[in-house]
Nanobody
Framework: QVQLVESGGGSVPPGGSLKLTCAASGLTATYRCMGWFRQAPGKEREGVATVTNYGGKKYGDSVKGRFTIGLNNVNNTLSLQMDDLKPEDTAEYYC?????????????????WGQGTQVTVSS
């Protein structure tokens, strides 16, 4: 059974940086897709970035050039380095997982979700 535990959220001023981490356990599939989603109050859930265990990375349009997703296949740790943060990045961020290499932030079939970690960008 796959389990995901996020950490690293917090509050930063605009232009600041944060790094989120997701510790994954129970991974057994040969092909894996992991990623980050976010949801702000009153807004729809949004795919932020995804990565496969073979290295393929994709980003949502709103974060391209500012966020970097990473996956350590040795210790099964997913990360999201967020730079040049903006107030509109404020949201609850979720680590997600599914089997397979069909991996995109627009995917709607992630099967495992973490508990979420809050990111607040405010002056």
């Amino acid at each position: 059974q796959v389990q995901l535990v996020e950490s690293g959220g917090g509050s930063v001023p605009p232009g600041g940086s944060l790094k989120l981490t997701c510790a994954a356990s129970g991974l057994t599939a040969t092909y894996r897709c992991m990623g980050w989603f976010r949801q702000a109050p009153g807004k729809e859930r949004e795919g932020v970035a995804t990565v496969t265990n073979y290295g393929g990375k994709k980003y949502g349009d709103s974060v391209k050039g500012r966020f970097t997703i990473g996956l350590n296949n040795v210790n099964n740790t997913l990360s999201l380095q967020m730079d040049d943060l903006k107030p509109e990045d404020t949201a609850e961020y979720y680590c997600v997982y599914k089997d397979g290499l069909a991996c995109d932030p627009r995917s709607t079939d992630f099967t495992v979700w973490g508990q979420g970690t809050q990111v607040t960008v405010s002056s």
